[in-house]
T-cell receptor
Framework: ETGVTQTPRHLVMGMTNKKSLKCEQH?????MYWYKQSAKKPLELMFV???????ENNSVPSRFSPECPNSSHLFLHLHTLQPEDSALYLC????????????FGPGTRLTVL | AQSVTQPDIHITVSEGASLELRCNYS??????LFWYVQSPGQGLQLLLK??????LVQGIKGFEAEFKRSQSSFNLRKPSVHWSDAAEYFC???????????FGAGTTVTVRA
């Protein structure tokens, strides 16, 4: 595997379900990001982790819970979501030598029923 | 706070014709500037970036962009588009104080035969 991978690519869940999104980067980077992409809206930064420490929580509701066990893996735990949470969730990473350049995964298309 | 404006929501261009996508930003200092492309159902792919130096930067897939400080612009160009260039294009701005990016709302490019 190369670059940034995300699983699953598609997820349909009910409002009472608990699910998790997984992101893995194979680039040796130290910073990882979760974004939400909704139709006709700019990308919304949700969380930032740098060296496994959360450095940014952009006023995200608590029904979204991130986890970064190491610099290569990032999870987004989901529970009691709302239909308006349906979106494409993108993971990205960047490296110490060039923190500003982010590399994105293919995203997880989430549908909340 | 920095912001990014992509004035064109949708552009239609004929195959083989030239393409220019506009991006304007607001930021006090010299920004870090990026263009990303997103094909349907995919993540964002980095096309090119500008940090400093030559204001005309070359990217992948035959794209180039020019940084114009006086106009706070970073427009993307391609001399001759291919059908495979149909996608959504995002301009992004970062600044030296942190490594977060602000994204524009995107421009959708349609290529007609």
């Amino acid at each position: 595997e190369t670059g940034v991978t995300q699983t699953p690519r598609h997820l349909v869940m009910g409002m009472t379900n608990k699910k998790s999104l997984k992101c893995e980067q194979h680039l040796g980077h130290n910073a990882m990001y979760w974004y939400k992409q909704s139709a006709k809206k700019p990308l919304e930064l949700m969380f930032v982790y740098n060296f496994k420490e959360q450095t940014e929580n952009n006023s995200v509701p608590s029904r979204f819970s991130p986890e970064c066990p190491n610099s290569s893996h990032l999870f987004l735990h989901l529970h009691t979501l709302q239909p308006e949470d349906s979106a494409l969730y993108l993971c990205a990473s960047s490296g110490t030598r060039d923190l500003h350049t982010q590399y994105f995964g293919p995203g997880t298309r989430l549908t909340v029923l | 706070a920095q912001s990014v404006t992509q004035p064109d929501i949708h552009i239609t261009v004929s195959e083989g014709a030239s393409l220019e996508l506009r991006c304007n930003y607001s930021y006090g200092a010299t920004p870090y500037l990026f263009w990303y492309v997103q094909s349907p159902g995919q993540g964002l792919q980095l096309l090119l970036k500008y940090f400093s130096g030559d204001t005309l930067v070359q990217g992948i897939k035959g794209f180039e962009a020019e940084f114009k400080r006086s106009q706070s612009s970073f427009n993307l160009r391609k001399p001759s588009v291919h059908w495979s260039d149909a996608a959504e294009y995002f301009c992004a701005v970062g600044h030296s104080n942190d490594y977060k990016l602000s994204f524009g709302a995107g421009t959708t490019v349609t290529v007609r035969a």
